[in-house]
């Protein structure tokens, strides 16, 4: 704030100091008289413009000159007693100023500054002493000598403080520190010129104006032996600028030096305490024994000092590990190595390992002669832990604890390795796979699955062998490798036992639980080069005996391994063989199980596949349904089978129009715009879809009842008939029965098959017949394949009939001809169609034509 205020004093200053030098000249001008303007003024007037303001001392430090016209201003004060001093005074420098500075307003000031120092040291005098020429006449008397001091001191009070005033000012800085620091000095020059000038008037007054006129050489060498002394002063204050620079600077370096040297000696420090405390430090003798230990090391080790030093690093070196340790100690020793680091083992006084990272160097003699080892060991033991849980992460499983596939694969590489090495060797993997795991987890939730694999886990751990390898491949899914065993034999056998286990139930929070497993064994002698290929082999049995029942184990074979080769070639096959339409639809005859007459067809698929012939639903449904391919699959089915019974209803008039039933999977019931796809296939082919019966199995309705019942109700808007299919496996609730919009129960073909033998798969068909009766729906029995089927069906009232004893599944043209061979029958005699008159044969689940 000072500062500022400062700043803004620096023109009113000079501002304020011009307006007074001007007054000054008015008026001094006033009171000029033209008798003292005579040759000699001007002469002094030359003098003093030519030499006196050219003849200037550099104020160091600052930007200010003192020129030697003071000399001569002061003299004509004598001389010529004051106004024309003050004239002179301005014009001067005016001069002096015009050569220093081009500021317009600096020269002013600075002339001013004279001119007003001037006028204040005339009138001192004039007002102490009267005339001033007077005063001069009479020799140096000490009126005079105090004349001139006092002609010196305003002179220069004035100027230096005016001056000091103006550039403290403008430069901001404190005017008596400006003033005490570069100005003071300055009174030599006022002193010495007011001596002069009083020396120089008395030669004057002596000897004439002239005198003066010698005078100049003289104060020229004074002056010029003065600027070579002030020059020097100059330099010196630099040196001792640059000194004073030097030494700032090196208090700076002495200051580092010293935080350096304080850092040392803490890393000093730190190092001493590092070598006592972090890293294990010892030396050590050519034959091993520990010549001197550091505190870390025998906290490391759990040995006191003394103790260590009578041992020898070989005796407490994990043996494992001693191997590599003397080989590179031998190395190092021959100067093979220069020095080594291992990671190794030490065995702590109380018998645990120590994992440590030894850096080992030697030192040697004058003679070459190996002195000692230099040995230094860090313990890493929490680093190899830590290394040992992520690398147990890694090859386990989180939930069991149990070797994941990784860890499984790596050990039956090892195994297939030496199986290929050692004809002797033999194992076996076996594949496991709970058969009711989903259910629980469903059913019980998560957290009691989770349950019921550790228990499993364990049950299985409890009937191998240490050296066997139960691994939890992921889900409910298995696998044990059995290492070293003597035959397929001992693999099955342990499969059994395994079985037997699993079947003990499992009680889990209060919970009993039974479960059984498939497993699948593969056998080494069957010769693997993968590990992957001997699993994929156990996989696929387990497959086997899931196929075949569950609840058992299969050994595989090769004939499995081909089975699963062609099941993968039929996939691709089945993708084609969509996309070409190479599947199509045969027909069943749906009858009037009293007449025998045709009212309908259920649609059946078939492939015919170039290469193989004719395939049955039974191999490729399941197959499509998994790849998805059962949607363009059903769709295509749909479209033909409308095509096909459309043609029919107006080749063959019935009073009722022939039906058509086509089976829906529970995928395609699942998707979205079913609704839609069917309506448009109707439109296309002209179908009425009152006619049309969408078969769905009793377990796909009971999959989830609630979306179920959703579909049901907008298939039932379009005017199908919907009809429920195997009706009797899928438990369903008879109170859903009730709820769902269904037209048509179909019984399930294995009450049909035993009705003949056992009373109680009749008195099933019984019920559901009164069942369906009440509730106003269709039946219809599957699989009537004899005349007792159809006799006991009609005696329960079942009205309609489907089975080999009507008919087998017909291609179009056969089924076409069965209906001209019935209309031709119903034209002549007779109640009943023939059984299959058609040329048309089942070999095995492949039909041909
Ligand atoms: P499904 O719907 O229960 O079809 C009836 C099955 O019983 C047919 O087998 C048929 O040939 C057979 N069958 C008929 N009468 C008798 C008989 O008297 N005795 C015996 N033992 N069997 C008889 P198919 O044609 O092999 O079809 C098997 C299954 O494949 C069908 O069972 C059905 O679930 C499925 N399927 C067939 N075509 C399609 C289709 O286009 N779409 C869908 N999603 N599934 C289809
Ligand atoms: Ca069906
Ligand atoms: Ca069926």
């Known amino acids: 704030m000072e500062q500022k205020i400062r700043k803004q004093l620096a023109k009113p200053f000079i501002f304020l100091i011009i307006s007074l030098g001007i007054l000054v000249c008015l008026q001094t001008s006033y009171r000029l008289t033209f008798q003292d303007f005579d040759f000699r003024f001007l002469l002094f007037v030359f003098v003093t413009v030519v030499f006196g303001s050219r003849i200037v001392v550099q104020i160091p430090g600052v930007k200010g000159q003192v020129s030697i016209s003071d000399t001569f201003l002061m003299l004509s004060i004598l001389i010529f007693g004051g106004e024309w001093s003050v004239i002179l005074a301005g014009i001067d420098a005016l001069f002096s100023s015009i050569r220093i500075t081009k500021s317009p307003l600096l020269i002013a000031f600075n002339s001013s500054v004279f001119v007003i120092s001037t006028y204040l040291t005339v009138w001192t005098l004039k007002l102490l002493f009267g005339s001033l020429t007077d005063l001069a006449h009479h020799g140096f008397t000490s009126e005079f000598v105090i004349a001139l001091c006092l002609m010196g001191l305003v002179q220069y009070l004035t100027n230096s403080g005016l001056i000091a005033t103006g550039v403290a000012l403008r430069s901001n800085k404190p005017v008596w520190k400006m003033w005490r620091e570069n100005f ?335 497993i699948g064994i593969a056998y080494s002698r069957t010769g693997y080069e993968k590990p992957e290929d001997i699993l994929r082999d156990a996989d696929t049995a387990m497959y086997k005996a899931k196929a075949n029942g569950k609840a058992r184990h299969e050994l595989f074979n090769i004939s499995m391994h081909t089975h699963a080769i062609e099941a993968l070639e039929l996939e691709n096959e089945l993708r084609v063989a969509v996309e070409r339409g190479e599947i199509f639809p045969c027909f069943q005859p749906i009858v009037l199980l009293k007449t025998g007459e045709i009212t309908g067809f259920e649609a059946l698929a078939r492939w015919n596949n170039p290469r193989r012939g004719i395939i049955s639903p039974a191999d490729f449904i399941p197959l499509a349904e998994e790849t998805g391919l059962i949607i363009p699959l059903g769709l295509s089915m749909l479209r033909q089978s409308c095509q096909q019974v459309y043609k029919w209803q107006q080749k063959f008039i019935k009073e009722q129009p022939l039906t058509v039933s086509v089976n829906l999977s529970g995928k395609q019931f699942r998707q979205a715009d079913l609704v839609e796809q069917i309506e448009i296939i109707l439109h296309e082919t002209n179908f009425n879809p009152n006619n049309l019966r969408l078969e769905i199995t009793e377990s796909v309705v009971m999959e989830n009842a609630a979306s179920t019942s959703d579909m049901l109700k907008q298939l039932k808007s379009i005017g199908v008939q919907l009809s429920i299919d195997d009706f009797g496996t899928g438990y369903s609730s008879l109170s859903y029965l009730h709820s769902f919009p269904f037209d048509i129960l179909k019984v399930d073909r294995s009450f049909v098959t035993h009705m003949a033998i056992d009373k109680e798969s009749r008195s099933i068909v019984k019920t559901i017949v009164t069942l369906a009766a009440e509730l106003d729906k269709v039946v219809v029995a599957e699989g009537v394949e004899f005349e007792e089927h159809r006799t006991l069906l009609t005696d329960l009232s079942c009205e309609y009939g489907q089975g080999f004893l009507f008919s087998k599944p017909l291609d179009a043209v056969n089924a076409e001809r069965l209906l001209v061979s019935e209309l031709d029958f119903l034209g002549g005699k007779g109640n009943r169609v023939p059984t299959t008159s058609v040329d048309f044969e089942q070999v095995g689940s492949f039909y041909t034509m």
């Open 184 to 518: 003071l000095w300055t009174s030599i020059t006022y002193f010495a010129g007011a001596s002069a000038a009083g020396f120089i008037t008395q030669l004057i007054d002596k000897f004439g104006i002239f005198a003066f006129l010698a005078t100049v050489p003289i104060i020229a060498v004074v002056y010029f032996t003065y600027t070579t002394y002030l020059k020097n002063v100059e330099a010196a204050s630099a040196q001792a600028e640059i000194a004073e620079k030097h030494i700032v600077e090196l208090s700076h370096h002495i200051a580092e030096q010293d935080r350096i040297s304080r850092a040392l000696k803490e890393s000093e420090e730190y190092f001493r305490n590092a070598f006592d405390n972090a890293a294990g430090m010892a030396l050590v003798s050519p034959g091993g024994q520990w010549l001197e230990v550091n505190e870390s090391l025998c906290k490391m080790l759990g040995y006191e000092k003394q103790e260590l030093t009578k041992k020898h690093f070989q005796s407490i070196t994990h043996p494992n590990d001693l191997g590599t340790d003397l080989a590179n100690i031998y190395k190092l020793s021959e100067d093979i190595i220069p020095s080594y680091q291992l990671e190794k083992r030490y065995l702590h006084k109380k018998g645990h390992v120590v994992w440590v990272l030894q850096n080992v160097s030697l030192i040697r003699d004058e003679k070459a002669k190996l002195k000692q080892y230099v040995f230094q060991i860090q313990d890493i033991t929490d680093r190899k832990r830590a290394e040992d849980q992520i690398h147990y992460a890694a090859f386990h499983d989180a939930l069991t604890g149990l070797p994941n596939r990784t860890l499984l694969s790596d050990r039956l590489s090892m195994s297939v390795e030496r199986s290929k090495r050692n004809i002797n060797y033999q194992f076996a993997v076996l594949f496991i796979d709970l058969d009711r795991f989903k259910v629980v987890n469903d059913s019980l939730g998560h957290n009691m699955g989770d349950k019921l694999l550790v228990e499993l886990s364990r049950r299985l751990q409890d009937c191998v062998r240490k050296v066997d390898t139960v691994a939890r491949l992921g889900g409910d899914e298995f696998a044990i490798l059995l290492d070293d065993i003597t035959d397929a034999k001992a693999a099955s056998e342990t499969a059994e036992r395994l079985q037997e286990k699993l079947r003990e139930p499992f009680t889990l929070d209060g919970h009993k639980f039974h479960t059984t497993a498939s």
